[in-house]
Structure formats: C-alpha cells, structure tokens
C-alpha cells in the first residue's frame, strides 16, 4: 500500500505538460527571459521570466525541431526528440541597433500627452494571438529632447460581456523599441523586459509606467512594439499552455491560434498611417504596413481601422 502511495505522489509531481526545459546565456548562464519558441510551421510559444518552457511529444506530436531566438542573441535550432534539461543561446551584439541612446536627463520638463484613441466596437479591434506584435511610431515632441515616461495603451476588456456573466482573464503583454529604418521598425532597441499582467479589471486605457526605463527618442523616432505572450497567473508568472486549437474540419485538423484578451481597439480617427504589424513565427518576421498590402480581405481594413491609437506621456526637455 505504501508503495502505491509513493508512486501516486510521484505522478502527482510530474508536470502536466511534460519537461520543463530552461534557456540560459551560454556565456553568463543566466536565464534567457521571455525568448521566442519558434516550431517551424508558423506556429511556436514563449519561454518564462527565468527561461522556462515545457514541450512534450505528446503534446506536439508533430514538431520535430525547435527554433530559439532572443533580442541580443543568436537564433539556434534544436531537435524535439530527448530535449535535454538545459540549452544555451550566445549573445550577438551586431542584433542590436546602434542607435546612441540620449544620457538621463536631470534638468526641469515639461509633460506631454499624446492622446490614446480607444472605442469599444467589438468589431473594430485586433485579436491578439501569440504569432503577432503591432508597432507605432512616436517621434521627439517639436524635434526636443524627448522621454516616454508613460504607454498608454487602448483595450477593450469587453466591459458589456462581462456583465452578462463571468469573463475573467490574466494575460501578459511585453513592450519592444525598435529603430525607425526609413519608416519601417529596425533592429531593436534593449532596455531590458518590458513584461505587465493585464486583466478584467482593467479597461479603456493601460497606463504602463516606463519612468525607470529611460526610454529616450532617437533623432529619427522609434517604434513601441505590443506583443502578448500568453496567459499568466495572477502573480504575472506565464502559463505554459498551447498557444493554439486544433479544430477538425473537412479538410483535415486545422491549426488555429487562440485569441487573446483583451482586445486592441483600431481606429480610422488618426490621419496618417502608423500602425505596421508583423508574425514573428512566420514570413522571416517581416514588418509590413497595416493596409491592403498586409491583407485585402481585413475587415479591419475595408472598414478603414488602420492603426492602432497607443499614446504616450512624454517627459519634454529645453536641452
């Protein structure tokens, strides 16, 4: 009987997904936080804060290699079959920009606000799934000095719904700065995780503090990039669930990636097109402008929701 016992609380132990794998810096061994998983197919998931992720055969049966990347680091593949416990990813400086980020200021500013466009037309939002990430450009406030002290997000927890019945989430997003290359986002600009939990009770507009960040605007602008990673608990943790849906239909299983909440509304009220999305698990992670040319058959896009309205408090030095 006690034997028993003993292997019930074994199996009880063992991670529901399968081996959890860890990703770590082949120079410093430290994690590799939030590294993108790629599977090869258009499809993939992200590693956790401290470089975490699960994969199983069972769960992905059909996924024989894995490909690797971070920001700052080498992409590398790895084989699906006896995946080892620990993998490592060298650092590539040349990933980076070379943008010369503007030293602290410390001298008096004046705050500027770039106003948010928000709505809560259903119809009018992007669905975020893990394969997409959406850019806006900010330039320096009348060419000065500029910090981004605040992102002002615009979301739409679907307050209506939630009335009617039970719609709890606990999703996590992460923020990237990218360098403006002749109007499209470039080589990326590091200022560390840029990770925050949204949930129910958030709605309209998520301001994400960014005062500690130092997030200073190039001469040629930048952009702020808004991807989510997937569910998490309510401490921010990232679940490791399968970031898609395999539905059957006449044509076999179709692989359909989960839409996330909450959703990010699209407006046609900004005058100019600023907004370029990209899927970073396909197309070599290609940014595209948000029009036609990206897809024709986009509600989005005959209906003229182009862009996404993210704001920005901006902190607006004389020197």
Known sequence: MKRYVFVL???????????YTTILDSVGKTPVSYATISFGDG?????????????????????????????????????????????????ET?????????????????????????HTDYFSCWLPTVES??????NRYQGKSSKIAQLLLPINAEEEYRKKGNMKFS????????????????????????????????????????????VFIPEK?????????????????????????????????QKISTT???????????PQQQTFVRRVFFNNKKWQVFDQTYNENSKLIQSGQRNYGMGALLHVYDQ
Do not use: H, M, W
């Not at 920009?97 to 606000?113: C, H, I, N, Q, Y």
């Not at 990430?133 to 900010?138: D, G, P, R, T």
């Not at 990039?225 to 669930?241: E, F, H, M, N």
């Open 260 to 270: 996330f909440r909450p959703l990010l509304p699209f407006t046609d009220a900004l």
């Open 94 to 118: 040349n990933q980076l920009s070379e943008v010369v980020l503007t030293a602290p200021k410390r001298g008096r500013f004046k705050k500027r606000k770039l106003k948010p466009t928000t």
């Open 171 to 214: 999703t996590l997003f992460r923020i990237q700065f990218y360098e403006n290359d002749e109007g499209l986002p470039g080589l990326p600009i590091k200022y560390g995780d840029i990770v925050f939990r949204v949930s129910e009770k958030n709605d309209e507009i998520y301001e994400l503090d960014l005062s500690n960040f130092n």
């Open 43 to 91: 499809r993939g998931t992200f590693a956790g804060a401290e470089g975490e992720f699960s994969f199983s055969k069972k769960k992905y049966a059909d996924i024989d290699s894995i490909y690797i990347s971070s920001i700052g680091y080498q992409e590398k593949g790895f084989a699906t079959q006896n995946l080892p416990s620990t993998l490592y990813l060298a650092p």
């Open 133 to 138: 990430e959406v850019a806006v450009l900010f």
């Open 9 to 19: 609380l074994l199996l009880g132990c063992t991670p529901l997904f399968g081996q």
């Open 221 to 253: 602008g930048l952009f702020a990039a808004i991807q989510v990673l997937g569910y998490s608990d309510p401490d921010g943790k990232l679940l490791q669930t399968k970031k898609y849906n395999e539905v059957k239909t006449r044509r076999g299983i």
